[in-house]
């Protein structure tokens, strides 16, 4: 759990950060329906919920710095209890305002005669324009109606990204955020084990997804994204969501999965046996890749590029090929060439918190951005052959391996949060044959 006081520090550093000048407004998510009057599940924009901690929809916030009669200002739904019998409990203006720790709350309803008179004057309005249709609409009808106003309203000249100050801040995670994300790979590790435990010879793709889901929803997590759970060859699909197959002994199961827990996201993939012993093409491909993310993982330190894990991840993986024939050549030239990325098409990991694939460049000045303390990647080295490449024996053909973990840049190294998921493939053996007996 994430305290209002720390949601109000992150809007007062991204207040200094803007100028007193500036006006930041964002907008809560939309709800969305899936088909007819089923919405899918609700789940908050991260901008908001990084800025608020509110989950509701039909909200927006405004941060003005420097305002005398308040700086943070929510607008939000009013408490009904007509809709609330439907809906479910809203928080409305007074408690929101109190327990997020805001300067002031107004009804949504309101929106349209209060914020244009808020923002007038300000230079600069920082917001997620281009990205929600009615949002934009709103936005440039607040605009029209201060330059109507009688004498002339002083318009915003410049309208500005609020990913350009926002994400870089999201990129250094707390204690308090990084305790849940400790909590989601825990979670995770926990659905991947008892996916390892269903998973054998002719059960369906479907049921270890169940698994994955039944483990989550039951220690109060979300998927974080759809699983993905490919049997065999479909593990050559990078990201392969029909899970509709049925497992076969001597094919290997890659299973894609994470936890959310309070907007924050773990990925976890794990490559075994179906029927619990690898092949000997499977060992050697896999002890290729496990070495490259050990590898990899080391890389993950303070005031290294974020490059280099992907770096040596393509030496080691590149080098194993090649010792294995699988590629032709040396090292050197099959990476000069590019011709690893037959078999390595993908990087080697992301940035990882509110969203799985998080926020944050990759790049600074032209350059790889250099690794800090707070900030959590995956390391996803894998190999995946095509079951239909001929430049490579059949017995090679339609094996895919991907191992992926989460970790956190600490002081003194990397701090692999999703250790508690065995990857060796003794362990791994070990693991899958005391689930047969």
């Given at each position: 759990m994430?305290?209002?006081t720390e949601y109000a520090r992150r809007r007062r550093q991204l207040m200094r950060m803007a100028g007193e000048d500036a006006a930041i407004i964002v907008a809560a998510a939309p709800e969305r329906m899936r088909n007819a009057d089923a919405p899918w599940p609700y789940r908050q924009h991260s901008d908001f919920h990084y800025l608020s901690g509110f989950g509701e929809p039909d909200s927006i916030l405004a941060l003005l710095p420097g305002r005398s009669q308040?700086?943070?200002?929510?607008?939000?739904r009013e408490r009904d209890a007509e809709r609330e019998r439907w809906d479910g409990e809203r928080l409305g203006t007074e408690r929101a305002a109190e327990q997020l720790k805001l300067d002031d709350a107004f009804p949504i309803e309101d929106i349209d005669d209060i914020l244009p008179g808020m923002i007038e004057g300000r230079a600069r309005l920082y917001c997620h324009f281009g990205a929600e249709p009615e949002f934009?609409?709103?936005?440039?009808?607040?605009?029209?109606?201060?330059?109507?106003?009688?004498?002339?309203g002083v318009v915003p000249k410049e309208f500005v990204a609020l990913g350009h100050l926002l994400h870089d801040l999201r990129l250094y995670k707390s204690k308090a955020e990084l305790a849940l994300m400790k909590q989601s790979a825990s979670i995770a590790a926990k659905a991947h084990l008892a996916a390892m435990r269903v998973a054998r010879p002719g059960v369906?793709?479907?049921?270890?997804?169940?698994?994955?889901?039944r483990v989550m929803r039951g220690n109060g997590a979300v998927p974080a994204f759809p699983p993905t759970?490919?049997?065999?060859?479909?593990?050559?699909?990078?990201?392969?969501?029909?899970?509709?197959?049925r497992l076969r002994d001597g094919d290997l199961l890659l299973v894609d999965a994470?936890?959310?827990?309070?907007?924050?996201?773990?990925?976890?993939?794990?490559?075994?046996?179906?029927?619990?012993?690898?092949?000997?093409?499977?060992?050697?491909?896999?002890d290729i890749v496990l070495s490259a993310q050990a590898a990899a993982i080391d890389e993950v330190r303070p005031g290294q590029v974020f490059s280099a894990a992907h770096d040596v991840a393509v030496e080691v993986i590149t080098e194993g090929l090649?010792?294995?024939?699988?590629?032709?050549?040396?090292?050197?030239?099959?990476?000069?060439?590019?011709?690893?990325?037959?078999?390595?098409p993908g990087k080697t990991g992301h940035w990882l918190g509110l969203d799985v694939h998080d926020v944050g460049d990759y790049r600074v000045d032209g350059e790889p951005r250099l690794l800090e303390p707070g900030m959590v990647v995956t390391v996803e080295p894998g190999v995946y052959i095509d079951p239909d490449e001929r430049s490579v024996p059949e017995r090679w053909r339609g094996i895919g391996i991907r191992i992926e973990d989460d970790v956190a840049v600490g002081r003194d190294g990397p701090q692999v949060l999703t250790g508690d998921v065995p990857k060796g493939i003794e362990e791994l053996e070990d693991l899958l044959g005391s689930r047969a007996s």
């Open positions: 994430i305290a209002a308040g700086e943070a200002v929510l607008f939000c934009d609409a709103r936005l440039l009808s607040w605009m029209r109606r201060l330059r109507s106003a009688r004498g002339g369906a793709e479907y049921e270890v997804e169940g698994e994955l889901l759970v490919a049997g065999g060859a479909n593990a050559c699909v990078m990201h392969y969501q029909a899970n509709r197959a994470g936890a959310e827990v309070d907007c924050y996201a773990s990925d976890i993939t794990r490559t075994y046996p179906v029927g619990g012993k690898f092949s000997p093409e499977q060992r050697a491909l896999y090649c010792a294995l024939g699988l590629l032709k050549g040396t090292p050197a030239k099959a990476i000069a060439s590019a011709a690893y990325k037959k078999f390595f």
